[in-house]
């Protein structure tokens, strides 16, 4: 049988997972802001039918939405992530191998099923998905990543195909191709496509029948192996394991700007915490973390500044304790008292790269870490967040009332987490 990948993803996903707890919201335009309610994320195509592009700022197309009776919401990604867990396990129960590319996106490897059965499978799992879990989604197959993804693009462009395209199909191959242009090909963006149009480019068809070698030179060894998946040589594999974190990062905007310095360690203490929470995860740690913070560019009336420093740890660790008290040295070092007008600091944040497995990494031979007692504290810690939620249980100095905090993340039109909160189940009343 021949290698056949599908690509399925949630349609308008963060919007999609709104709407399965609110029926109103069936054909009324609705969108999802990032963190802090700053810009859309997530639209409907209602939505996009009224001219709301990707990233557009919320206080800038506010009138337009109440205008129009657009459904604004605050991000809610406990409630996204764990809808997408439960269509994963969809995906897990119809084919043996699947890579959770995104948060509504995966592959799934479907070469043991025969050619002819695979569009019914396609379907059978859109239906699946749409009657367990309410999120429509889209279907792409192909011998490839690339065309997969390809494929899942048409399968959400056109609706007579009813959301499923199958490029393994050499005839939808051969039509397709000619008639999709090479901007819309996964990993060409405007530097890739300006190259590719220089060089008389224009469908995807165009760029599969160009010499690789060319390629190669504009675009590097990405745009070779592009026209190779594009012929159906397979050059990126099914990844079932996530590879290995080779850094971590935890920045957040403040709600509010931040003038004075307690506020400014409060959120680093809390970026630092979240921080060590990922390394358990993973059971990695880092020896250094890189802390920094800065104004906006916005704040025209202000003055700017923008600093950053590396503080060093006598060895890897991802203790929150530790990593804070590294992370309010950072400060300390950086801080400068404020002046007439102050800095008005709007992101702050607390970045490693070069992580290593913790069980394995060297521990050093002067200033070392007490790991055993800070490896209990921190299951302890961490055993009670997961039993009562995140926050539950915090180091002081990371804050211990954040939603009167200036710098916390502001989530004010965010609905309820329905499936992880049993105190936010929705209540149906006789």
């Not at 269509?87 to 119809?94: E, G, M, P, Q, T």
């Not at 279907?139 to 462009?157: E, F, Q």
Request: proline share 4%; hydrophobic share 40%; charged share 25%.
């Amino acid at each position: 049988m021949s290698r056949a990948i599908a690509l399925i993803d949630g349609n308008s996903f963060y919007c999609s997972c709104e709407r399965v707890f609110d029926g109103k919201l069936a054909g009324v335009p609705v969108i999802v802001l990032s963190n802090n309610d700053g810009c859309a994320i997530a639209r409907t195509p209602e939505a996009k039918a009224l001219g709301i592009k990707m990233g557009d700022p919320y206080f800038k197309i506010r009138d337009l939405c109440r205008a129009q009776g657009v459904r604004v919401f605050s991000s809610n990604y406990t409630l996204y992530g764990d809808m997408s867990a439960r269509i994963n396990a969809i995906y897990r129960s119809a084919a043996p191998r699947v890579e959770v590319y995104s948060i509504d996106e995966s592959f799934l490897d479907l070469s043991d099923v025969l050619e002819r059965d695979r569009q019914s499978l396609a379907r059978d799992i859109r239906a699946t998905v749409r009657a367990w879990t309410g999120i429509p989604t889209c279907v792409g197959i192909g011998p490839t990543k690339t065309l997969a993804k390809l494929a899942n693009h048409i399968a959400k462009s056109v609706a007579e195909l009813g959301g499923v395209c199958d490029l393994t199909d050499r005839q939808v191959y051969d039509f397709w191709l000619p008639r999709i242009h090479v901007g819309e090909l996964w990993g060409v963006g405007r530097a890739s496509l300006a190259k590719l149009e220089a060089m008389g480019v224009d469908s995807v068809a165009d760029l599969r029948d160009l010499d690789p070698r060319p390629v190669r030179k504009a675009l590097t060894v990405v745009g070779e192996r592009m026209i190779h998946e594009l012929r159906g040589l397979s050059c990126l594999s099914l990844e079932q394991v996530p590879a290995q974190r080779k850094g971590c990062a935890v920045t957040r905007s403040f709600s509010s700007r931040i003038e004075d310095r307690e506020s400014l360690e409060q959120a680093v203490a809390a970026h630092a915490t979240r921080l060590g929470e990922k390394l358990r995860r993973e059971g990695l740690g880092t020896d250094h973390v890189t802390v920094f913070f800065h104004t906006s560019e916005h704040d025209r009336d202000s003055p700017q500044r923008s600093v950053s420093t590396v503080v060093t740890l006598p060895e890897a660790s991802n203790d929150s304790m530790v990593l804070i008290k590294a992370a309010l040295h950072g400060v300390a070092r950086t801080w400068r008292p404020q002046g007439d007008p102050p800095w008005r600091y709007s992101k702050a944040g607390v970045i490693t790269v070069d992580l290593v497995p913790l069980a394995a990494s060297q521990r050093a031979l002067i200033g070392q870490l007490d790991r055993e007692h800070g490896a209990a504290v921190m299951a302890a810690m961490d055993a009670c967040n997961a039993r009562f939620g995140r926050g539950a249980v915090v180091p002081a100095r990371a804050g211990l009332e954040r939603a009167r905090a200036g710098w916390s993340t502001k989530f004010e039109m965010r609905t309820p987490r329905y499936t992880t909160r049993i105190d936010e189940l929705p209540v149906a009343l006789a």
